[in-house]
């Protein structure tokens, strides 16, 4: 069973840059898509964006001038960057797999909380 | 923007009960419909895929139905385990939207 695992900072100050990585042990992580989706109790679940085994991505236009995503095949890990962050980034982020063929989101990580507080 | 409507919003039942989620589409996004149960404190947990594919070891007493802008899923004989919070989400476009979620409690 593949297993995802987010790490990073639990907690970001205003302004600057949250940055996470999810780990994929064992692979493969070159043959699906991998999104970012945060939850917050605000706002529910939100798709944050999707990167390719090539690295092509597709961000959600509300975070896009905000965001950057990564891939890294050799290292199975996939990364997220989000610049200038507020209180309302506070949220539980996941990382999570595509399934074949549906877009559906099939393996997520367990979740990692980040508070954006100074 | 897709925007995803589920309703209702909450929901008490009984173990035994029959009962049914609905979420409708802001527009057509033909069966590009996934359907997620997720526990507190949990990840959520992909139960349907592409309106009524039933995922590999999720009991078959849920099922997924609908097209165009309208789904439903149905847990035809509600257990224990199965309160929980439930959401549906399109993938039909970027970016993916899903609804505000469905918490089903104990009666």
């Known amino acids: 069973q593949v297993q995802l695992q987010e790490s990073g900072p639990g907690l970001v100050k205003p302004s600057e840059t949250l940055s996470l990585t999810c780990t994929v042990p064992?692979?493969?992580?070159?043959?699906?898509?991998w999104s970012w989706i945060r939850q917050s109790a605000g706002k529910g679940l939100e798709w944050i964006g999707r990167?390719?085994?090539?690295?092509?991505?597709n961000y959600n236009p509300s975070l896009n001038s905000r965001l950057t995503m990564s891939v890294d095949t050799s290292k199975n890990h996939f990364s997220l960057k989000l610049s200038s962050v507020t209180a309302a980034d506070t949220a539980v982020y996941y990382c999570?797999?595509?399934?074949?063929?549906?877009?559906?989101?099939?393996?997520w990580g367990p979740g990692t909380m980040v508070t954006v507080s100074s | 923007d897709i925007q995803m409507t589920q309703s209702p919003s909450s929901l008490s039942a009984s173990v035994g009960d029959r009962v049914t989620i609905t979420c409708r589409a802001s527009q057509s996004i033909s069966t590009f419909i996934n359907w997620y149960q997720q526990k507190p404190g949990k990840a959520p947990k992909l139960l349907i895929s592409v309106a009524s594919i039933l995922q590999s070891g999720v009991p078959s007493r849920f099922s997924g139905s609908g097209s165009g802008t309208d789904f439903s899923l149905t847990i035809s004989t509600l257990q224990p385990e199965d309160f929980a919070t439930y959401y549906c989400?399109?993938?039909?476009?970027?970016?993916?939207?899903f609804g505000q979620g469905t918490k089903l409690e104990i009666k």
């Open positions: 064992g692979g493969p992580i070159s043959s699906y898509y």
């Open positions: 990167v390719n085994p090539s690295g092509s991505t």
């Open positions: 999570v797999r595509h399934a074949a063929g549906s877009d559906a989101f099939d393996i």
């Open positions: 989400q399109q993938s039909y476009s970027t970016p993916y939207t």
